[in-house]
Each structure stands twice: as C-alpha cells, then as structure tokens.
C-alpha cells in the first residue's frame, strides 16, 4: 500500500502569493494533520482533521487554513505569504485521529515551499 | 514557547558506540513520549515511544529511559551503525489535548564506519 503521499514536493513563491499544498492520507485513514518544520527545528502542529472536521488548531495565523473531502484526502492553503513561511509542511495520517499515544502517525515526506 | 528541550543539537559517533540524545519537559500534563527518526527528503518515521509509568523501555538496539521526578527522558542508541544516521526528535502529547505532538528541535546524529 502508498503511504502519504503530498504534492508538489518543491513549490517556489514570491511574498504575497497564495499557496495550495495537497495531501493523501493511507488509505483507510479518516484522520489528516499538518505540521511545519522550519529548517533545523522540529514540526509545529499546525491542523487536525478528522472526518471533515477540524479537530485542533495550533498557533498559527487565520492566513493558513485547511479543509478535508469526502475521500479522506486534504488541502492546506496559505495566503499572503511571507518569508517566514519557508519551510517542509509535513502532512501525517492515521486511521481515527485520536491521541497519538492510541494510534500511529504515518507522516509523508512534505513538501519545500521557498518564499523569496 | 519550546515546551520540550533536545540535546545536543549535533552528535558524531563511531560505529559501535553509543549514542544518547537527552530531552527535558515542564509540563506535567504530558503523558506520552516518542522518538522520531527522520532521515534526508522523508518524513519522521516513529522510532519508539514511552508513558510515564515505565522507567525504561527497549526495542532492539534502541532503548529510552524515563525519570519522571526530573521530567527528563532519553534516547540510548545502542552498537551504532552508519544507517542510524539521521536527526532524531523527541516529542510529548499532552493527556488534555489532543492530537498533536510537541516535537524538540532535533539531534542531527552522524555515525562514522
């Protein structure tokens, strides 16, 4: 079976641009999270959905948002983008969003987003 | 705010050694505590992990040791490999929170054959 797998792998974008960032979970996993790991530092939650639903929230501006479909599958968008949104966004799956101590994460190999 | 503290930033090993990457947390509400090893264009992968009511817990060469009274946790890689070169992150979930995982600012380790 695929893993996650996040399209595009490398993205590039100017400051104010907006980005669309794509994700498909395991199949069979309902639950999608976002994380974003500025380099030399470790992931920062950014969004849980499960089942369409956003289920948590990290801190992160309104500028970033997310939505679930109907196939389990997930869209980050961030709009306005600065330099300081540079960076690996990470999605991770797992099969009923529950606590990462009940079930795994399986995480993908993110995607580079550069800002200049 | 880093709620949980990784040391060193940076390890080089010789095959065979041990390596030991170190961890600190405040919180107390934080009730579970994996390790996450990422190699170069993946994602982490979860390595092993441990609750609170367990001292130390053992998986193959890998093994992490908990001291809950010094909310200190550790990462002991065992007869290291060159394989095992990768950055290694520590993490916490909180009993209230959720879904997320606080994650440490990585151990870039290099194990040199």
């Known amino acids: 079976d695929a893993g996650v797998t996040q399209s595009p792998t490398h993205l590039i974008k100017t400051r104010g641009q907006h980005v669309t960032l794509r994700c498909s979970p395991i199949?069979?996993?309902?639950?999608v999270s976002w994380y974003q790991q500025v380099l030399g530092q470790g992931p920062q939650f950014i969004f849980q959905?499960?089942?369409?639903?956003?289920?948590g929230r990290g801190n992160f501006p309104d500028r970033f948002s997310a939505r679930q479909f109907p196939n389990y599958s997930s869209e980050l968008n961030v709009n306005a983008l600065l330099l300081g949104d540079s960076a690996l966004y990470l999605c991770?799956?797992?099969?009923?969003?529950?606590?990462?101590?009940?079930?795994?994460?399986?995480f993908g190999s993110g995607t580079q987003l550069s800002v200049l | 705010q880093q709620q949980v503290k990784q040391s060193p930033q940076s390890l080089i090993v010789q095959k065979g050694g041990i390596s030991i990457i170190n961890c600190a947390y405040e919180?107390?509400?934080?009730?579970?505590f994996p390790w996450y090893q990422q190699f170069p264009g993946k994602g982490p992968a979860l390595l092993i992990a441990?609750?609170?009511?367990?001292s130390e817990k053992k998986e193959g060469r890998f093994t992490i040791s908990f001291n809950k009274s010094a909310k200190q946790f550790s990462l002991h890689i065992m007869d290291s490999q060159p394989g095992d070169s990768a950055t290694y992150f520590c993490a916490a979930s909180r009993v209230d929170s959720s879904y997320k995982l606080i994650f440490g600012s990585g151990t870039r380790l290099l194990v040199r054959p």
């Open positions: 441990i609750r609170p009511d367990v």
């Open positions: 919180n107390t509400a934080f009730d579970y």
């Open positions: 991770a799956s797992s099969r009923k969003g529950q606590r990462p101590s009940n079930e795994k994460l399986f």
């Open positions: 959905y499960y089942e369409k639903e956003e289920r």
């Open positions: 199949s069979g996993h309902k639950s």
